[in-house]
T-cell receptor, first 117, second 109 residues
Framework: DAGVTQSPTHLIKTRGQQVTLRCSPK?????VSWYQQALGQGPQFIFQ???????QRGNFPDRFSGHQFPNYSSELNVNALLLGDSALYLC????????????????FGPGTRLTVT | DAKTTQPTSMDCAEGRAANLPCNHS???????VYWYRQIHSQGPQYIIH???NNETNEMASLIITEDRKSSTLILPHATLRDTAVYYC??????????FGTGTRLQVFP
């Protein structure tokens, strides 16, 4: 059973450029969330996708956008890169919970290390 | 989401119990306490969660005080592979996790 996979593993970009990161959720999961983890900090929630729509969003500017495909895989796009965007970008997946009570553990991928120079 | 406070770092001898504390004095009645850990160069991994009662699974035990203002994660027999950053999260949202800076646990031989 494949877990969450992310590509690429590492990426180096220049300020002002655009970047696209990719995530495939764990088999059987249809909800994907993205997190940004700066060095020495805990992961920060960016947004969540379900049924190809953004369902929740954290405190991130519009430069951060995403997409989910019919096969549940997802992309994170960051425009006009800043030095401060250098971080580990993590993707997590779960089955959709919606408004029902309950718990699903989030399965995280290994992340994409983005360096902006 | 509840604000959580954890020690920055802790040490534990291999084979001994590791007790990781977490303060969450502002936690509300319907917010769970979640614990995740992140081993170096990997994504976070779920450990355990609870609401009011103490919980145990194959990885760890979670002890929550009666007033729910604090909790302790217990790894009963720590191994070198348990060296990681441990995050305590107080949240109703099971799928929008608000991480702090966590506790860096170093298990030594």
């Amino acid at each position: 059973d494949a877990g969450v996979t992310q590509s690429p593993t590492h990426l180096i970009k220049t300020r002002g450029q655009q970047v696209t990161l990719r995530c495939s959720p764990k088999s059987g999961h249809d909800t994907v969330s993205w997190y940004q983890q700066a060095l020495g900090q805990g992961p920060q929630f960016i947004f969540q996708y379900y049924e190809e729509e953004e369902r929740q969003r954290g405190n991130f500017p519009d430069r951060f956008s995403g997409h989910q495909f019919p096969n549940y895989s997802s992309e994170l796009n960051v425009n006009a890169l800043l030095l401060g965007d250098s971080a580990l970008y993590l993707c997590a997946s779960t089955p959709w919970l919606g408004t029902t009570s309950g718990f699903y553990e989030q399965y995280f991928g290994p992340g994409t290390r983005l360096t902006v120079t | 989401d509840a604000k959580t406070t954890q020690p920055t770092s802790m040490d534990c001898a291999e084979g001994r119990a590791a007790n990781l504390p977490c303060n969450h004095s502002t936690i509300s009645g319907n917010e769970y306490v979640y614990w995740y850990r992140q081993i170096h160069s990997q994504g976070p991994q779920y450990i355990i969660h609870g609401l009011k009662n103490n919980e145990t699974n194959e990885m760890a035990s979670l002890i929550i005080t009666e007033d729910r203002k604090s909790s302790t994660l217990i790894l009963p027999h720590a191994t070198l592979r348990d060296t990681a950053v441990y995050y305590c999260i107080g949240s109703y949202n099971t799928d929008k996790l608000i991480f702090g800076t966590g506790t860096r646990l170093q298990v030594f031989p």
